[in-house]
């Protein structure tokens, strides 16, 4: 695939939208800028933790987050 883009004079550039969809990127996904000798490499950061798939497996009915947790240990500790 070969397309191209025009920068402005504020250093910007609207991605084609062939483009975007293969990189697989949406409005507020953000790219990193890699250079391989004389090639600039574009890729899509990986905005997601790769364990947040995991969160939450093997606590069955705690919520998700700091508070969520505290609350359970409280609960375990002073049980009413």
């Given amino acids: 695939m070969q397309i ?3 920068i402005t004079d504020k250093g910007q550039v609207t991605i084609p939208i062939k483009v975007r969809k293969a990189l697989g990127v949406k409005k ?3 790219l990193v800028f890699e250079q391989s ?3 600039m490499i574009v890729r899509p950061m990986n905005s997601k933790s790769r364990f947040a798939a995991c969160q939450g497996v093997g606590t069955p009915g705690l919520g998700k987050g ?3 947790v505290i609350n359970a240990i409280r609960e375990m500790r002073y049980p009413q």
Avoid: L, P
Wanted: glycine share 16%; hydrophobic share 25%.
């Fill in 66 to 68: 700091r508070d969520a």
């Fill in 37 to 39: 000798g004389a090639e």
């Fill in 4 to 6: 191209e883009a025009k």
């Fill in 28 to 30: 507020g996904d953000r």
